[in-house]
């Protein structure tokens, strides 16, 4: 029996590459009319590095295209016994505008901060859910109990919370959601027109990792702005669960690189290229010919250098290899005529019938070649400007044994922040950038060997494999890790057997955020008539007792519910009121024997609180004023017992500095009366010691429920 954890691997694609080498009409069984071949980069080369014999892996995605109906079985079988692999199947049409028209279309440009590229198209967006939920089809027929689920990247941000609608809530199942690419500030972010739908998506993952700590700062600054939730600087507190946020950056397979190096065919390749450029310092680019990669930026910069050191002509060349990429779109064909002709004009300028400064190689490179020009450039230049992680710095680092090359690095790529000994640049100061080529040519062998040794050391340990155990090995901790103050989710079944069972129900119902949505103003907060009639048929059953907690006034609670026979508590347990069918008595009894208990405040409601000096509001009104005014969006509360300042509707980070720096001054104003200051996520809050002393504001209003129950 395999006792190994199983770890569900999701990714949009298939780690395999399935190409049909007979048509569907054949005669030749299934198998032998595809031919099947595993990929590589650096999500496999991350999950290969996890120990096998800790965990049995199962990776699924979507195949790459449409297999035939009849096909499919068997294809299903072989990928499964040879790869330990489920295909997603996707119908064409969902698959192309799941991929090309929302992933690419709206959320790559958007989260590369490229907001005019996008426009939004409702049957894309629903081209990616119905691809997402295909997924979550898919998955959930395999979860098995204990389960650990890595879902990745942009294509996939709502199968974290289908996934979860779709299993038992008591299986004990974790999930990890990992953006292999940035996550933009909110002020970018919160132009998508379905950024909650996203948000909530992915916040039903136990753990979201992210390649550095900007882009989690990014995201839960947008949690907070655009879901009005509570973020810390690791987790977000989201329908009663903390999910959990990290960074984890990717690296590459260093021995992969050096094992490549040795090989007889590259050790020729080398030499051929040191005898071409014989005489000449090269300096390489290696990149997709995409928008945020910056590749007429780095161009343009090139030519800037020649024109400040013409020295320097015909003894340096750039190798710019730039693979294509989505050819058929009009924005990349664009960049593409920008792009030839930065290098033709360059080339005519500084060029001559025995030189050409720019070498441009605009196909796909094989492994082998690719580590050839690594190998001979003297600095690699990555100009993006903007980029998830990039690993075209650590591919070159890796290569870099024996001559210990300059890295040029974009400020913008997620690499900048880990690799240290590299020049960092602004891709888009085109001066800085050619200053930083002149700095690379000139620097000396000892500056070059210490700033190598600092990248190859932390390239050879935060390694492609290392990030995987990381991630992983964090999940698991997550799933272990018990929030005594967050309360556990209950079980429907088991709530209704206890009630069933009981001789007498006494049911607490929290109002605003529960009962109904949370609203700054009480006209907007009333219960709808279905509601009404939903708890009044919980109230008339035999030996329930129900009531209904909230912060609002007891005006606003009788004039909601006062046709109704429910019992009410208000301002947090400070008035409460019994259900119609409550024996008065019962009261009588209490006070005989506990006096100071609680004392009649008329119209049935009972006060948890005595008479108080209320003089102590006019001394913080002017205060409460004054900041009301310099926070937008706040406003105070006044009810019968409490005075509150809320800044719910305000910028989160202002609110909460303006809050704290109120909460001082008033502790300091009012240190010598009878009043506690009192800080909450949104509001701030003053009541009476006095009340204090019988509801402990820790539990606010649930203090109030444990009393009832006691007596």
């Not at 330990?84 to 790559?108: C, K």
């Not at 702005?225 to 999910?243: A, K, S, Y």
């Not at 009476?688 to 606010?700: A, D, I, K």
Request: include cysteine.
């Amino acid at each position: 029996m395999d006792t190994r954890q199983r770890l569900l691997m999701v990714s949009n694609r298939l780690p395999i590459t399935i190409t049909p080498t007979a048509p569907a009409s054949s005669q030749l069984p299934p198998l032998e009319r595809y031919q099947f071949k595993a990929s590589s980069g650096g999500l496999v080369s991350g999950i290969n590095g996890l120990d096998r014999s800790a965990y049995k892996m199962l990776w699924f995605g979507w195949p790459g295209g449409s297999l035939p109906v009849p096909d499919r079985a068997p294809v299903e079988k072989y990928l499964f016994d040879a790869y330990s692999a489920v295909p997603v199947h996707l119908e064409p049409r969902t698959a192309d505008l799941h991929y090309n028209g929302f992933s690419n279309g709206i959320l790559w440009p958007l989260f590369h901060y490229q907001p005019g590229d996008i426009s939004y198209d409702e049957i894309c967006w629903e081209a990616y859910r119905q691809a997402n939920a295909d997924f979550a089809d898919a998955l959930a027929d395999c979860i098995e109990d204990g389960d650990l689920i890595w879902i990745h990247d942009y294509h996939l941000m709502l199968l974290p919370a289908l996934l979860r609608a779709r299993l038992d809530p008591t299986r004990n199942v974790k999930i990890g959601f990992f953006l292999h690419i940035p996550f933009p500030s909110s002020e970018i972010y919160r132009i998508l027109p379905v950024r909650r739908e996203i948000l909530i998506g992915v916040l039903a993952a136990d753990l979201l990792g992210f390649h550095t700590y900007d882009y989690a700062r990014h995201f839960l600054s947008s949690c907070a702005r655009i879901l009005g939730v509570h973020t810390m600087p690791n987790i977000v507190e989201f329908e009663g669960r903390c999910v959990h946020v990290g960074t984890f950056p990717i690296g590459i397979d260093p021995p992969k690189f050096h094992e490549c190096l040795q090989k007889p065919s590259v050790v020729a390749r080398i030499k051929s290229l040191k005898a071409t450029f014989n005489g000449c310092r090269v300096l390489v680019g290696v990149d997709r010919l995409d928008y945020i990669k910056g590749v007429p930026q780095k161009l343009r910069a090139f030519e800037l250098f020649l024109q400040q050191h013409p020295e320097w002509i015909e003894k340096v060349v750039l190798v710019q290899v730039a693979v294509p990429s989505r050819q058929d779109v009009e924005e990349y064909q664009q960049l593409r005529d920008v792009v030839n002709e930065l290098v033709g004009r360059i080339n005519g300028k500084f060029g001559s019938v025995t030189f050409m400064p720019i070498h441009f190689v605009h196909k796909s490179v094989n492994f082998e070649e690719l580590n050839a020009v690594y190998s001979v450039a003297d600095a690699c230049i990555i100009s993006s400007t903007r980029d998830g992680m990039n690993l075209v710095s650590s591919e070159y680092i890796a290569c870099q044994q024996e001559k210990h090359g300059v890295l040029i690095l974009s400020e913008f790529a997620g690499a900048s922040q880990s690799l240290n000994g590299s020049i960092i640049v602004n891709p888009w100061n085109v001066e800085e950038l050619a200053n930083s080529y002149h700095e690379a040519l000139i620097m000396s062998e000892e500056q070059k060997l210490s700033n190598f040794n600092k990248l190859n050391r932390y390239v050879n340990k935060y390694t492609a494999s290392h990030w995987g155990s990381a991630f992983v090995d964090e999940l698991k901790q997550v799933s272990q890790l018990h929030d005594s103050s967050q309360l556990p989710r209950l079980n429907q079944f088991e709530v209704l057997e206890v009630f069933r069972s009981a001789q007498k129900k006494v049911i607490f119902l929290d109002y605003d955020g529960t009962l109904a949505a949370s609203n700054l103003l009480p006209e907007f907060a009333r219960p709808s008539p279905q509601l009404l009639s939903a708890i009044q048929h919980l109230s008339n059953q035999p030996d329930v007792y129900l009531y209904i907690l909230s912060g609002r006034s007891r005006e606003h609670m009788t004039s909601w519910f006062g046709e109704t026979s429910v019992g009410l508590c208000a301002e947090h347990g400070c008035f409460y009121r019994h259900p119609l069918k409550f024996d008065s008595s019962v009261f009588e009894n209490l006070q005989s024997y506990n006096p100071p208990l609680a004392k009649r405040a008329g119209d049935g409601w009972l006060a948890l609180v005595d008479s108080i000096d209320g003089s102590w509001r006019d001394t913080i009104r002017p205060l409460f004023e004054h900041y009301m005014e310099r926070t937008p969006g706040s406003w105070i509360e006044e009810k019968e017992v409490n005075i509150t300042w809320h800044y719910m509707n305000s910028d989160p980070d202002f609110g909460s500095w303006q809050a704290a720096e109120l909460q001082v001054n008033l502790e300091r104003m009012l240190s010598h009366l009878a009043v506690s200051v009192e800080f909450s996520t949104t509001f701030l809050f003053f009541v009476p010691y006095v009340w204090l002393c019988r509801l402990y504001w820790g539990t606010r209003h649930w203090s109030f429920a444990l009393l009832l129950l006691k007596n």
